[in-house]
C-alpha cells in the first residue's frame, strides 16, 4: 500500500493515483495476452504445415490408391466436441483415445495449448480415429 508521501500522477483518464502501481501488472497482461495469441497463431501455423506435408503425417491404412478408411464417428460432432468440451478431453474419448483423453482431462487440455492445437488438427481432418481411419 503506497504510503502517504507517494506522489500522485494522473493516469490515462485523468484519475489520480500513486505512482507505478497499476502499470506494472497492465503490462504483464498484455504481454501474457500477446504470448498467447503468437502461441496459437504458431500452433496453427505447425498444424497447418504437417497437414499439407503428407509424408509427414501418418496416413490412414489402406491402399496406395488413395482409398482410406472412412472413420464410423461424424465430423460435426467431432468439431463441437473440441471446442466446447476439448479442455476435458471429451474430444479424444470420442475418437477412441481413452489414455490420452484422461491425460487431457487432467492437465485441463494441456494448459489450453493441447486443446488449441487438437481443435486446429481436427477442423483440417488430420486426425483420425483409433482405427486410423479419418473423420
Known sequence: MPSEN????????????????????NTHKK???????????IAVAVVLFLKYQTSL???APGGDDGEHCQSDRDYVTTVLLSFFLGPLGVDRFY???????????ITGGGFGIWWIVDFVLIVVNAMPDVHGCLI
Open 31 to 41: 504481454r501474457i495476452t500477446g504470448f498467447w495469441v503468437i502461441f496459437a497463431l
Open 57 to 59: 503425417l501418418v496416413i
Open 95 to 105: 475418437l477412441g483415445y481413452v489414455f490420452l483423453g484422461l491425460l487431457k482431462f
Open 6 to 25: 507517494t506522489p500522485l500522477v494522473a493516469n490515462e483518464s485523468g484519475v489520480a493515483q500513486p505512482r507505478g502501481v497499476f502499470v506494472h501488472v
